[in-house]
Structures are given as structure tokens and as C-alpha cells.
């Protein structure tokens, strides 16, 4: 039988969120219904409340998120009632071409669950990122589910379920970061905070974070950071070549997803050095490079989906990190909120006050 549970959406384009009551069907096959235990507040929530993902509203916001699987649909084998799991909004199918190839972090046919949520009047909801978290319970494809150590803490471990994952996989993942590289992140929020971290944890001996928030600097240097730099009171390019020797960094993290960020991390960088985008731009933006510059500088530019990360092999690997201390996803957490308390957490965002909230149910 369906179950009527709390949850947050979006009813209109940049109208405020609500807490409505939300209709959860019973799992079908290759489903299952988890029991939220946290759900952290993304920016990508607030781009779909305000229509910048696309404009399929009703919404149900949330993502980033951990629980407790309270039933599955036949068929599924890889989680059992009462698994501890971190969400994540790329199931891979295994079949796709990407998948084919062996690089299943790229399939491009990942899987959502076929049901809908609904509100009680019928009216079908369109899940955040396939997933829909803010709410006490919520249908997900079972493969959107990986189970986790359960001794983790929720509002922590769940956050691996987008931006800080997006931020540590762009620096291990998609850059190549290792032992004794120098590594630049442009952008100190939730997810260039994960590439700092992620650049530490890989072995970089010099990591340069580059924000215009003194706040979001300190914040950085407590994941690892070794330098900051104020790109108010400096020209980036040239402060990140003056403390590489002159030469620019091995890896240039731009999660900001600007074209003028975007030019810094690609001046900013050594011959041959790699620039990895993870920031996500709007559909207006664009960049002009020269074309010389690009083949004679070499190296690689590159974009970052999701930190390249496959859920069942670096979700648990991170939260074993975390668990024996060598990743601190509690200094992610900047306070933890009730249900309703979402629309407020959006306008933290907008002054910087908060590198992430996260909702606790």
C-alpha cells in the first residue's frame, strides 16, 4: 500500500518551497523505498526551484542523501531492508556503450525508478536528480542505492551523494591528482572544498585555494589547503605561477563554471597540465580561447560529471576514510535543519554563510 509522508517542493518557478504531503507507492520491480535520514541543500535544488533545469514542475527537492531501505520490488538483489545507503542519481545500467567500454562512470542510461511520486490530489511529482530526499521517505531505483558502513553519521557520509563527491572525484577521478603535484581549485564552496580535500587525501604537496570569500578561504585551509588567494586583491594567474616556481599548477580545478574562471584555471596551469571544469555553467555562457594557445600549451582540459565516481566503488571507500578520520565530512556540515527549513537555507546560500545545511529528519 502507497504511504503519505512530508516532503519538500517546488510548485512554481521561483515561487518559495512548501512542505507538502507526498503519496509513496509501494516499490516495483527493480525499486526500493528508503527512510531519509539526512539530505543536504545544493545549490542544483535551488537552480530547479527557480526553473534553471528545466521547467517539469511540481518538484521534489532533495538529493543528497542517506536513509535506511525500508522495502524493495522484485527482482532486487543488492539491498535488503534495513541496509544503511547513500543515495546517488547516476544507477548505471551496465549495458550502455559507455558501460560496454569499461568506463561505467560515464553510462549514459542511468536508471530512475519508473513509479512517480505524487501529491494527494494525483498530481505526478518530478523527483530532483531522479531522486527527490527531502522527504521522510522516498522511491528510488534500487541501483540509486549503496550501501555504506552504518556506523557512519548520516548528515555527513550522505553528502557523498553529489557535491562533495562532484569536488573529491574531480580532483582524484577526472584530474589525475597524485603524490607531489601542485593543484589549484577556483571556487571554495561545497564542491571545490571536496577537490581540496580530495587533492590532499591524493598527495599534492601544493594546494592553492581561490575564492573572493576570506571566510571560504579559512574554510578551505581546514581541508587541506597550503595557500589562498584572494582573487579580489590578486590577479590569480599570476599569484598561482608565483608560488609554483613560475610555472602555473600540475591540475587546475575550476568549480565555479564561469568563462572568466574559466580562463584563470586555463592560464593558470603548467605546460601540460590539466584543467578539469566541475563547475556548472548556464545554457548562455560561452569562452573564447585562441586556438594556438590551446595546442601549444597541451595537456588536457576536461569536464568533471558527478567527480566521474562510481557509487559502489568510491562510496564506501570514502566513508571508511571518513570513519578511520583521514576525511573529515563533519566539517562539511555547517548546521542541521528541520524540514521546513529549506527556503532559509537558500538564502544562506546567496550570503555565503553556510558550506552546507543539512536537513535532518
Known sequence: MSQRVRGVIAREKGK???????????????????RVQSCGVCH????????????????????????????????VTDVAPGDFVV?????????????????????????????????????????????????????????????????????????LGCGVMAGLGAAINTGGVTRGDAVAVIGCGGVGDGAVAGAALAGATTIIAVDTDDRK?????????????????????????????????????????????YEQAFYARDLAGTVVLVGVPTPEMRIELPLLEIFGRGGALKSSWYGDCLPSRDFPMLTELYRQGR????????????LDGVEQAFAKMHTGDVLRSVVVL
Not at 123 to 141: R, Y
Not at 238 to 253: N, Q
Open 16 to 34: 518559495p518551497v512548501e512542505v507538502a504531503t507526498i503519496v509513496v507507492p509501494d516499490p516495483g520491480p527493480g525499486e526500493a523505498v528508503v
Open 44 to 75: 542544483t535544488d535551488l537552480h530547479y526551484r527557480e526553473g534553471g533545469i528545466n521547467d517539469d514542475f511540481p518538484f521534489l527537492l532533495g538529493h543528497e542523501a542517506a536513509g535506511v531501505v525500508e522495502a524493495v520490488g522484485d527482482g
Open 87 to 159: 543515495l546517488n542519481w547516476r544507477a548505471v545500467c551496465g549495458t550502455c556503450r559507455a558501460c560496454a567500454k569499461g568506463k561505467p562512470w560515464y553510462c549514459f542510461d542511468t536508471h530512475n525508478a519508473k513509479q512517480r511520486m505524487t501529491l494527494e490530489d494525483g498530481t505526478e511529482l518530478a523527483p530532483a536528480l531522479g531522486i527527490g530526499a527531502f522527504v521522510e521517505k522516498t522511491l528510488v531505483h534500487a541501483g540509486q542505492c549503496t550501501k555504506v558502513d552504518p556506523q557512519a553519521r548520516p548528515a555527513a557520509v550522505g553528502l
Open 217 to 261: 578561504l579559512e574554510w578551505a585551509r581546514g581541508f587541506g589547503a597550503t595557500h589562498t588567494v584572494n582573487a579580489r586583491e590578486h590577479d590569480v594567474v599570476a599569484r598561482v605561477r608565483e608560488l609554483t616556481g613560475g610555472f602555473g599548477a600540475d591540475v587546475v580545478i575550476e568549480a565555479v563554471g564561469r568563462p572568466e574562471t
Open 327 to 338: 576525511l573529515d565530512l563533519d566539517a562539511f556540515v555547517t548546521e542541521e535543519i528541520p
